[in-house]
């Protein structure tokens, strides 16, 4: 029994995806007021990663940079500052629903097959997640409508903070991946 209700559980989590990319997550926030936009130019180097910190350490909202000094593209900042935007994110309710996701993560990098005196049955529900993790293979995605390649690439194009004096100089610290 406790099997079947893991695996209606899982079901219910996959049919609940809301967010079919950032735009939309991002979107949502804004209209909760938990992003704001900075209109005005604001320096890559320290300015950003500043007015992120100011925001981050008095619980506010993420930021959403629109005219980084010598760029083109804006950047977004603290995007999963606050655990009420992680949960968001992630769809969960409470911090309970963040711990169970981090156990099963952590169960599902490391998975143990039952011992010879465990039951195989008693650990089914460990492996339940595994069940819809199937890949999908797709001819195209909204990223390849613009592709740089070659002696095009210019990394300096981007918006990459320096965050702190001392620092090397820019550099990307949390990079985001976006797998759908």
């Not at 938990?34 to 909202?61: M, R, W, Y």
């Amino acid at each position: 029994m406790k099997f079947d209700k893991l695996i209606e559980h899982h079901r219910r989590q996959v049919a609940r995806r809301a967010w079919t990319n950032l735009r939309e997550f991002t979107d949502t926030l804004h209209g909760q007021g938990d992003l704001k936009n900075v209109p005005h130019e604001v320096s890559p180097a320290f300015e950003v990663t500043c007015l992120c910190h100011q925001a981050l350490i008095n619980d506010g909202p993420a930021l959403l940079f629109e005219n980084p000094a010598g760029h083109s593209m804006p950047v977004v900042g603290n995007l999963f500052g606050s655990q009420r935007r992680i949960l968001a994110a992630l769809e969960l309710d409470d911090a309970d629903g963040l711990r169970d996701m981090g156990q099963r993560l952590a169960f599902l990098s490391h998975p143990q097959l039952p011992g010879q005196g465990d039951s195989l049955l008693e650990a089914m529900p460990d492996f339940a997640p595994l069940m819809y993790v199937n890949p999908v293979e797709k001819a195209t995605a909204p990223w390849q409508e613009c592709v740089t390649e070659g002696k095009d690439i210019d990394l300096s194009a981007l918006p990459v903070s320096t965050c702190w004096p001392g620092d090397a100089g820019p550099l990307i610290t949390w990079g985001m991946v976006i797998t759908r």
